[in-house]
């Protein structure tokens, strides 16, 4: 798929393609009718909105610095403890958010000076305590460690290119845009993108209904749990045995994080029998099961 590979090469290239191959990414989110990949790339592209949630990466550890003096010297740089702040206050100064678009955080990564976060007189009272005795806050700022921009940069690039690289290993070689959405489900996109850029553990929407439970039910290379799933959802003893031979035959899926050519095999003709006598369940409704159920047995979802 052409887009698939524009993207891998904007990603794989110089530094400079991080946000074209963003917008390429938005138009892979539509095509693909994923709205958290969607929502993901447009919160890169223009920021994350002041109600968002941000992602993990994009939550920066401060270290508190100030200007202090004793009444006869001022000491410049100086970090402050923070140990004796009550939790909820020191964790408010010592974390931020970065919320400004990926464009805005590649420029701050380029800067030759430090970028600090300036804190309110207001606070100096609380900082003071932990100095000792006869000395004044003057001055107090926070600083992220050093690289802690670019490192956000790369998390980017580096999550969006394990999710298109995954992409291209799990679809057919000829996919048609015009049922790609379909083929998406049937792979389980939603689940590769959720594991790729958030984190297999961390909870995103997954659906509606009994369907965005499915993982819970299905723990990491446990087949007896995905046998008892898919027998609740109307499949054969005979299509699970074919199924367990196909997990089998493809081996461990760790390293790939995508579905085995036997799978994806099984899962087709799966799709194909549904809405008939043979499994008297909608074509979207088992594209769902299947993509949550089995993306849990590999461990690719939460």
Known sequence: MRLL???IEALSGDQSGLVDALFKAKVLSHRLGDADLKRWVDSELSGYSDDAAVPPYRCLHVTIMGQVSDGFNVYNDQVLPVFHLEKRLRDKLTATE???SIAVVEQFSKSEHDLVIAFQP????ALRKGLRGGFEILRAWGKHSVGAHLQVVTEVRARLLEFVLNLEGS?????????????????????MFKGAVFGDNVNINIGSGSQSHLSNAVHKNDFAGLAQVLREHGVGEEDIGELRQAVEEDGTRDTERSYGPKVKQWMGGMIAKAGSAAWNVGVQAAGGVLANAISAYYGFSS
């Open 5 to 7: 590979t524009e993207i």
């Open 98 to 100: 970065l919320r400004e």
């Open 122 to 125: 207001e606070y100096f009272p």
């Open 171 to 191: 679809l057919p070689e000829d996919v048609d845009a015009r049922n790609l959405r379909q083929i998406a489900e049937d792979v389980g996109v939603h689940e």
